[in-house]
């Protein structure tokens, strides 16, 4: 057809008043009809679920855990409601869940680990005549308690251990029953895998867990991080001992790489000895696939009254005027059902130590693989006052990033520890005066 | 030195010139391939050979073990879905209403057009994040949470589009739209059967940008979409990321391919009306 017979065919149907309407245009009406369509029949346009809404940010192992347990709930009869729970990312959990408290729409139920607390205190439900602290570890209970109120359940505490691994100790000559779990053997240990295997010795966490580890590490020195007035603390001989061990598993010892995921790596290879980390990573070693133990991470010399550290996940009701009674009390029994009822399947399958008594004392977690392989150790040290929770401060995410980012830095080989001392002592105080 | 013998030098000389150009530019352009076939070929890799001390280009152990994984464990197929509506539906809207913002602000004479361009464009140097709060507390008042209107919405009149659209109009020639209405065409007959039409490479590009855009969009969906099963691909890949710093690499690179390839299709679909859009920024048609 010639362009000239297409424009006198529009002016015609112009003139004549009726509307071309013509394939072509009739298909991109159906697309967009069956978009909207599509968009309705797959639950896309939304709208407000019933039930408890319930956000968490456990995703891997915990995840499935967490999954399992809510969809055991549902699909009981002998609760009425169901809970819509959700995975937030990681990163993202406490952004998003300011952002709905601020705008009026938050969760039934929302994870939150118990150094969050003081930002959040001033809006959060009380469920202390409801549920209290007495069936849980009254050490991690204690996270959730502000003025006498408690305002936050704990279901687990998720300390550091030391894992190892057994065959990398036999390859370097070492008796793999022997856990390094003083200095001294954990220096003897680390020397010996050097000295004796083409692995590295050990490895740690960076970013917010590297701060926690020298947190840990000063407190078995006697020393703190912060003082009860938000002031650095660490800027002293214990402090300056502590940061300079750290500089040395890296740069005079040589144990551990410059590189944390060239440690991650490797030790996921199977070519590193020693490790700090949290309950969670006996997911992770299981999944490596060598075999290996885990003790106390009590590596730092001189430490006279060595810790471990571990924060806990807490389940909060952020305050909504929406939220009429009926909701709050099924709320309010869904966290008991987690913290409780279920608390021992969070411990054996998850591998986070139950916050609830009864579950710690459950023949179902004592007798797991879970409770063999770490869990028992993580008890005896929160049993034996061996444990600290990193306080619920103001800015936590910002001064523990201060503190954090000269570590990461000095073991990268870009600063010296008395600098990491310096920068971070100045980071903390900015940011606590930038409140 | 014959004539012929020289000439026959410029020509080995030039030959050789251009072979050294042309592997010059491959050889740039393959590096630039590299860290999208590493991610390609580690979501095919065995555990082992992704923990690798020694990075393998090329698997030579392979395995379907993290696509099984993430169809499995995840609501892959669904997030998919929802990225695909969403994205189109975002695309579609902000087309139609960022077209006819910019034709009122090119071809319509009403008072305050200026000043309501000029605040367009100053909109540009807000940056989103400091809107976050304020936009959700509008669309939790309206009801708009847990909604695709709740996303959907917000980006309809972007700035970026309607700026964007605004440079194009100005290029199309007022004589003819003084011709259609001779012909007795209607303002809106005018706009929707000669001016959309001519602006057919400049809408296709604006849509490409938006729906790459909203396909990648994190912060606001995650805000507005407040339920595991309206999740996009972005965030609920990373909800199988994340946790307590625990990554798996396989999880990660097979997740960016699922994520990237559609994308990449559509680029190769529409890439001729981008590069088209370019060529007549400017001119006339």
Known sequence: MRAGDKRERSRASVRNGSSSTSRRGLLRAAGAVGLAGLAGCTGFVGGTPDGVEYWTLF??????????????????????????????????????????????????????HSRMMHDYKDNLVAVTDDIGTEPYLQEVAQGGMVDGEQLAVPIDTHPFGLYYNKEVFEEAGLDPEKPPNTPDRFYEAANAIVENT????????????????????????????????????????????????????????????VDPTTGWDAWNRGEVGMKIEGTWHVTVVREAGFEFGLTKPFVMPDADDPVTLGDSHMLIIPQSDDRDRERLENAIETIRLLSQEFNDRWGSEAGHLPAS??????????????????????YEMVDNDQFIRPPATPNV????????????????????????????????EQAFNRR | MSIESRT???VSSNRLRTIALYAGLYGTAALFLVPYWYMFATSFMTRDLVYSEVPH????????????????????????????????????????????????????????????????????????????????????????????????????????????LVQFFKDIPEELEEAARLDGFSRLRIFTHIVLPLMRSA?????????????????????ILQSETMYTLPIGLVTLQDNMGVTEPGVIMTSAVIASVPLLLVFLLMQKHLVRAVEMQGTTK
């Open chain 1, 59 to 112: 995703a891997g192992g915990d995840g499935e855990v967490m999954e399992a347990m809510v969809d055991e709930i549902n699909e009981s009869d002998e609760h009425e409601w169901q809970i819509n729970r959700q995975r937030v990312p990681w990163d993202e959990h406490y952004g998003r869940l300011y952002t709905s408290m601020v705008g009026g729409n938050p969760p039934d139920i929302a994870v939150m």
């Open chain 1, 198 to 257: 083409a692995y590295y010795a050990f490895d740690y966490p960076e970013n917010e867990f590297h701060a926690e580890t020298m947190r840990m590490l000063l407190h078995g020195r006697g020393g703190r991080i912060l003082t009860d007035d938000y002031e650095p603390a660490f800027d002293t001989d214990e402090g300056r001992a502590v940061v300079q061990e750290m500089h040395d598993w890296v740069h005079e010892h040589e144990w551990a790489p």
């Open chain 2, 57 to 164: 280009l090329i698997p030579w152990d392979l395995t379907l073990y993290w696509y099984e994984y993430l169809l499995t464990s995840s609501l892959i197929v669904q997030w998919t879905v929802n990225t695909v509506l969403l994205a189109g539906i975002t695309t579609v809207v902000v087309i139609l209403i960022d077209a006819m913002i910019a034709y009122s602000l090119t071809r319509l004479d009403w008072p305050g057009r200026r000043a309501i361009f000029a605040v367009i464009v100053a909109s540009f140097m807000v940056p989103g994040i400091i809107n976050l709060v304020p936009v959700y507390i509008i669309v939790s008042e309206l009801g708009l949470v847990n909604s695709i209107w709740g996303v959907v919405l917000p980006s309809a009149a972007n700035p970026l589009g309607v700026f964007m």
């Open chain 1, 397 to 428: 995410e910002q001064y523990t990033e201060e503190i954090y980012q000269p570590l990461d830095d000095m073991r990268a080989g870009n600063m010296s520890p008395e600098a990491v001392i310096e920068t971070a002592a100045d980071g903390v």
């Open chain 2, 203 to 223: 809408l296709a590009a604006l849509g490409l940008f938006i729906f790459i855009w909203t396909w990648n969009a994190f912060v606001w969906p995650l805000l």
């Open chain 2, 8 to 10: 026959l030098e410029n």
């Open chain 1, 357 to 378: 008594e009864a579950a710690l004392e459950s023949d179902s977690l004592r007798e797991s693989d879970t409770w063999e392989q770490t869990l028992g150790t993580f």
